[in-house]
């Protein structure tokens, strides 16, 4: 039996093929051949704008099933959970698995007119297993953000990875480890 997985790519300019490529290569070699995992390129990955990225979500998330599991890396996530939080998708998800995510409210990145994630997890699927992972040498998206999504989101498991930087050093074996033991309950 093949698992659905959506990997979404954090914002930059070439970060779908130079960085989080080499994310999303380390994730399929430790959850292996039982596992599909789809990566699709995000639109203006230089300059993420909120309603183009959850437009392709939609659609991605449109084209899963039952039990899919979304990871998602940098703003990637946050533009995740707040698609997911403004419409829940057609699908019963597996878990939501955010890294290195920035939180957008007080404390965290500053949101237009004012929006805030400090009640997130209210609005995301309920059921819904919540892993959030944060490499605590991140200088790109402090760890204090990992903090402030982990109260917002008060089901969330929170995974601190020490000596880690903001791509996890290339290294997905604990988000993997995570993945199969959620995929392993079903």
Not at 4 to 28: C, I, K, N, P, T
Not at 100 to 113: H, I, L, S
Not at 146 to 166: F, Q
Request: net charge negative; glycine share 12%.
């Amino acid at each position: 039996m093949s698992h659905q997985l959506l990997f979404v790519q954090g914002g930059g300019a070439g970060v779908h093929d130079e960085w989080d490529g080499r994310l999303v290569e380390s994730l399929r070699r430790a959850l292996g051949p039982d596992y599909e995992v789809r990566y699709p390129r995000m639109p203006d990955e230089g300059d993420p704008d909120f309603a183009a990225w959850s437009t392709v979500l939609r659609e991605e998330l449109a084209r899963l099933g039952d039990g899919a599991i979304v990871v998602a890396h940098s703003v990637g996530g946050t533009i995740l959970i707040d698609t997911l939080a403004e419409q829940a998708p057609g699908i019963m998800l597996g878990a939501i698995v955010l890294i290195a995510t920035p939180f957008v409210g007080e404390g965290g990145w500053p949101g237009e007119d004012g929006h805030s994630q400090h009640d997130i997890g209210e609005k995301l699927p309920r059921g819904v297993p919540v892993h959030l992972f944060h490499g605590l040498a991140d200088t790109d998206v402090p760890p204090a953000h990992a903090e402030l999504l982990a109260r917002a989101v008060p089901h969330a498991h929170l995974h601190r990875l020490p000596g880690r930087d903001h791509q996890l050093n290339d290294d997905l074996r604990e988000v993997a480890a995570a993945i199969q033991a959620l995929t392993a309950a079903e």
